[in-house]
């Protein structure tokens, strides 16, 4: 059974930093490519970060320079490290194996606010 299980979302002021985690099972984290994407409040589902099984990474221009996702194929768990957070990044983070995020997790509040 295929699961993703985020975690580490909460409230932080303008400026700070937040790490994200995604634990997955079920699947081979080591042979699959894995994104992160959010949905603010109202909008849709926004791609924000892609990691390929060689650990090369890709970034909205909405996130670049300010977010990192990284991979530990040993603990099968996804990261993504975000600092200098704005409040237009109050969003609930999923991370999925696809990048319109049909598969993925149940996701984690992320609130940016002072």
């Known amino acids: 059974q295929v699961q993703l299980v985020e975690s580490g979302g909460g409230l932080v002021q303008p400026g700070g930093s937040l790490k994200l985690s995604c634990a997955v099972s079920g699947f081979a984290l080591s042979t699959s490519w894995m994104y992160w994407v959010r949905q603010a409040p109202g909008k849709g589902l926004e791609w924000i970060s892609t990691?390929?099984?060689?650990?090369?990474?890709a970034y909205a221009n909405s996130v670049k320079g300010r977010f990192t996702i990284s991979r530990d194929n040993a603990k099968n768990t996804l990261y993504l490290q975000m600092n200098s957070l704005k409040p237009d990044d109050t969003a609930l983070y999923y991370c999925?194996?696809?990048?319109?995020?049909?598969?993925r997790g149940q996701g984690t509040q992320v609130t940016v606010s002072s």
């Open positions: 999925s194996r696809d990048s319109g995020g049909a598969t």
């Open positions: 990691i390929s099984v060689n650990s090369k990474t």
